[in-house]
């Protein structure tokens, strides 16, 4: 299994024989609604799209998920699966080859196979997805949820390889954490025993700005969480990726 941290949450994993780019911002600005001066992200290092990409997976339908500039820049042809909700944004963009999945579903292609689960709420009437995806001929295991929301039916499909999950929390004063991986972070390593847990969602070659960029405060660091999993006696190894660079997750079966 190799993976590739773009930085925020997009990934290129490779397994199961497959190339799939997961949630990909890789051109131009993140911005919210068409607002930039609620939120505005931008890249401080060129990101190229990578070659030969097999398939789109993505979890949400919002910007930092589903980027609209990024996946207009891709070809329309790669099968995407995703969220019924990032499924209408690709819809949109005219993609040919589209799955929905909703949770408790799943897609295979080749030896690989995608099982959506409940991940992220998003307002108070839309759960959007976590991922795990299986090579059904190494039967390795990846279990991807971008903001730290992780539903207790996980705890039936342990043990996993690899974990992909926020370790440190955002909130907004007032409204509560967007990312909580400070907290379920080291939840999820114990229901789900990882080999080893890949953090998301945080740092890489990116500035934000705006009026959200002012209000969100930061719980937690990998070397914090790093320390929890020595605390807790858990055998997880913590793989803190540099964004740009394909590494392999070594695994032992």
Do not use: C
């Not at 307002?123 to 929301?149: C, I, V």
């Amino acid at each position: 299994m190799y993976l590739t941290w773009f930085d925020n949450n997009s990934w290129l994993i490779e397994m199961g024989g497959q190339r799939i780019l997961l949630d990909p911002w890789l051109v131009g600005s993140l911005v919210f609604g068409h607002m930039p001066w609620l939120f505005n992200g931008n890249h401080t290092a060129l990101r190229s799209i990578p070659e030969q990409i097999d398939l789109i997976l993505l979890s949400q339908g919002l910007e930092d998920h589903a980027h609209p500039p990024t996946l207009e820049q891709l070809d329309r042809t790669i099968p995407v699966v995703a969220s019924l909700n990032a499924a209408k944004v690709v819809h949109k963009l005219g993609y040919s080859q589209i799955t929905p999945l909703a949770h408790g579903e799943s897609f295979t292609i080749d030896r690989l196979k995608i099982q959506a689960v409940p991940g992220s709420p998003i307002g108070p009437f839309l759960t959007e997805n976590g991922y795990f995806l299986t090579d059904l001929e190494q039967n390795t295991t990846l279990y991807y949820e971008p903001h730290g929301y992780h539903s207790s039916d996980l705890k039936t499909m342990a043990p996993v390889d690899v974990v992909i999950t926020p370790v440190v929390d955002l909130r907004i004063p007032l409204l509560g954490a967007i990312i909580q991986g400070n907290t379920t972070g080291l939840q999820a390593v114990e229901w789900l025993k990882p080999q080893a847990i890949v953090p998301t969602a945080a740092g890489g070659d990116v500035t934000f700005e705006g009026l959200l960029n002012t209000v969100l405060q930061a719980e937690g660091s990998v070397e914090e969480f790093r320390a929890k999993l020595t605390q807790h006696h858990l055998p997880t190894r913590l793989i803190a990726p540099k964004p740009g660079e394909r590494f392999e997750v070594e695994l032992v079966h």
